[in-house]
């Protein structure tokens, strides 16, 4: 089993490098994707098997079919690369690799010289399905309802930002929109 | 299971969430901001994970629940928001999102 959490570390940190590096918006979608699965792996690995299947359903699935119909309706093509490319100059990245390693380093001396001294005895252990069910609708019952009313939020207000401005496709209808645009200017003039 | 040392264990989601980090301190386009914003979410659910399977309780993995529902949502405005704001701007550029700042100061 060991292997296996390494293999799909390598993975997971070689994807997430390409993800965030790359060039082009779909290309780098799909090696987050593959990093989401690698870490979805580890997720299963550690014991966690109904997080592991959450992971590839709904990060991997649902998340990050989202960001490829945003990128899609985004897409300028050929430009867009161009323009990644003269953004992504090594100027650009390398002080602020410089201070991500600075704190990676300072990351490492904390794990390998100052050990979490509490780890208890007997390792990873998996936990079931039915523990996590157990714990989430009894001790975490208003925290499901929580998550919930957030989701429903986020749904409305996704709706709400998304909307397009309603066009009007009469004549008359114009006219007058674009006198209470008008009006509505002088109005804030005014008011300055 | 497996007997990977703690300390280990805690490289992986350490060395996702710098990338994630590197990326929103990179990048300029939004969008990729956004999705190494999604990487650094990751890497802490997956400290939660560590930490729950190695205490043996599900309290971790409720977390992460908690944590993927909040990453949907913030993902679904998120995005509503970049496309207006593509829609209105006709970039993704943040450099040039400076509509909140004051007329004098914009260079």
């Given at each position: 089993m060991n292997i296996i959490f390494y293999l799909s570390a390598v993975v997971a940190i070689y994807c997430t490098l390409r993800a965030v590096f790359h060039k082009h918006a779909v290309h780098a979608l799909l090696y987050l994707i593959v990093s989401l699965l690698a870490v979805a792996v580890v997720f299963f690995v550690l014991g966690a098997p109904f997080l592991a299947a959450l992971e590839v359903i709904i990060y991997a699935g649902a998340i990050m079919v989202l960001f490829v119909f945003v990128v899609m309706m985004l897409n300028r093509g050929?430009?867009?690369?161009?323009?990644?490319?003269?953004?992504?100059?090594?100027?650009?990245?390398?002080?602020?690799?410089?201070?991500?390693?600075?704190?990676?380093?300072?990351?490492?001396?904390?794990?390998?010289?100052?050990?979490?001294?509490?780890?208890?005895?007997?390792?990873?252990?998996?936990?079931?399905?039915?523990?996590v069910g157990e714990a989430l609708f009894t001790r975490y019952l208003l925290g499901v309802e929580m998550a919930a009313m957030l989701l429903m939020a986020g749904v409305i207000g996704a709706y709400h930002i998304g909307k397009q401005k309603q066009r009007n496709y009469h004549r008359y209808l114009e006219e007058e929109e674009n006198l209470r645009s008008t009006a509505s200017e002088k109005q804030t003039q005014q008011v300055i | 299971m497996i007997s990977v040392p703690v300390s280990v264990q805690l490289l992986l989601p350490s060395v996702l969430f710098l990338i994630g980090l590197l990326g929103v301190l990179i990048r300029r386009n939004v969008i990729f901001m956004l999705m190494a914003m999604e990487i650094m979410l990751n890497a802490a659910g997956l400290v939660f994970i560590i930490g729950s399977s190695l205490w043996k309780q599900a309290d971790g993995q409720v977390m992460v629940i908690f944590i993927l529902a909040m990453a949907a949502a913030e993902v679904a405005v998120g995005l509503a928001l970049i496309l207006q704001v593509f829609q209105m701007h006709k970039t993704v550029d943040v450099d040039q999102l400076q509509e909140l700042k004051d007329e004098r100061e914009r260079g």
């Open positions: 050929e430009a867009a690369i161009q323009q990644e490319k003269a953004w992504l100059q090594f100027s650009t990245w390398a002080w602020p690799a410089v201070f991500v390693l600075l704190l990676f380093a300072e990351w490492l001396y904390l794990l390998f010289y100052q050990p979490p001294a509490v780890a208890p005895v007997g390792g990873n252990q998996s936990i079931m399905p039915q523990q | -």
